[in-house]
């Protein structure tokens, strides 16, 4: 009787075409990640940081995939490596570990079936949605603090940024069959998110003083740190005909309208559990 309802379910699932390209696969992928933002205003690529990953993705046919994956990478960025004045004299940096999650549909460019001799490769585009947990840090003294409880743009207290945000997720990639269960998946992945706060610069200077007498002197230490770079080199400021320090009130310190950015260039490896075959297909 189990034999007969098997065979039943079989023929129909075979008689409605859906078993073209039906299944989970599941892998994982080493990738390297580099941010882009309000710290690296020009597409630098010099502080590319080590990322990892896992996925599971679902066949719905030959052409359309949905993910879901979750990463963890290393990000950071320096002012000083900008080729822009005004932003060198900026002084900033930062560094934070990244972790997100994200579920994306695919669309495979060309028919793509696992085992196939003829159909077993396709580039592909994919968008989707995913939430991100950052905490951007920077040095002093030898010593990584964490900048959000600082309110360096004057946030008062219970009003700074969130370290959980929202993004868009899109990317390219390329799939190729190693074996029937095998896969090898290259891709680019950007996360873009709904805040511009991943670097912990967006708006405009504070009051120095008000950010002081709210969260202590150490935290203004962190608000501008141009001063820093006028006592090592002051002839900087000189020969460029910048002022030192140049964190006066209400002066731009970074680009609101312009939320950041994190991109993925990674490589892995997905075994597919295969699919429900048709009776004596091959």
């Known amino acids: 009787m189990v034999k007969k309802l098997f065979f039943l379910f079989a ?5 409605l075409n859906l078993t073209a390209q039906r299944g989970v696969e599941a892998g994982g992928w080493l990738a390297a990640v580099n941010y882009f933002g ?9 502080r590319v940081g080590p990322a990892a990953g896992v996925g599971i993705r679902y066949n719905f046919n030959e052409r359309i995939c949905g993910k879901l994956s979750g990463n963890i990478g290393q990000i950071e960025a320096y002012d000083k490596d900008s080729p822009n004045l005004y932003e060198r004299a900026r002084n900033l940096h930062f560094r934070s570990t990244v972790a997100d999650l994200g579920a994306q549909m695919e669309f495979n460019f060309l028919p793509y079936v696992h085992g196939s001799k003829d159909e077993n490769w396709t580039p592909y585009l994919f968008l989707g949605l995913g939430i991100t947990y950052f905490n951007p840090k920077a040095e002093f003294d030898g010593t990584w603090h964490e900048l959000r409880p600082f309110g360096t743009e004057g946030q008062f207290k219970g009003e700074e940024y969130y370290t959980v945000a929202g993004g868009w997720v899109y990317g390219m990639g390329l799939k190729i069959d190693l074996s029937y269960e095998w896969s090898l998946n290259i891709d680019i992945s950007a996360r873009r998110l709904f805040s511009d ?6 708006s405009v200077y504070p009051d120095i003083d008000d950010v002081e007498d709210l969260r202590g002197e150490f935290a203004g230490r962190f608000v501008d740190r141009s001063g820093e770079l006028f006592a090592k080199d002051p002839a900087f400021f000189t020969r460029n005909n910048l002022e030192a320090p140049i964190g006066t009130p209400g002066r731009q310190r970074g680009n ?3 939320n950041d950015t994190y991109v993925y260039l990674g490589i892995g490896l997905y075994y597919y559990f295969g699919d429900l075959r048709c009776p004596y297909e091959r």
């Not at 023929?11 to 008689?15: A, E, K, N, Q």
């Not at 309000?38 to 010099?46: G, V």
């Open 11 to 15: 023929l129909t699932y075979c008689s």
């Open 197 to 202: 706060y991943l670097d912990d610069v967006s």
């Open 38 to 46: 309000d710290l690296n205003t020009n597409m630098r690529l010099n």
């Open 256 to 258: 609101s309208k312009n």
